[in-house]
């Protein structure tokens, strides 16, 4: 039994000091998750307010009418029957 458990920590520490030279090689820290990684060559995405509900959505989840900015299709028809 004390061996399987010293097989076992001897294996842990082979993936976490794998897992350290890669992550120095690509350029991370071993602390950084993988999302941050991820994140750091994207642009952020801005957030805009629907003029119709006062909804904050992401930029590209929404509907633009000119220089008005609506959450979805439906608020913008409403706002366009006013």
């Not at 629907?50 to 979805?72: K, M, T, W």
Request: aromatic share 6%.
């Amino acid at each position: 039994m004390r061996n399987l458990l010293i097989f076992i920590l001897v294996l842990i520490a082979i993936w976490w000091v794998r897992r350290a030279l890669r992550n120095m090689r690509s350029g991370g820290s071993a602390d950084e998750g993988r999302g941050a990684r991820r994140a750091r060559g994207s642009q952020p995405e801005a957030i805009l307010a629907c003029r119709q509900c006062g909804l904050h959505v992401p930029e590209s989840e929404g509907v633009r009418d000119g220089d008005a900015f609506y959450c979805c299709e439906e608020h913008r028809r409403q706002a366009a029957g006013r």
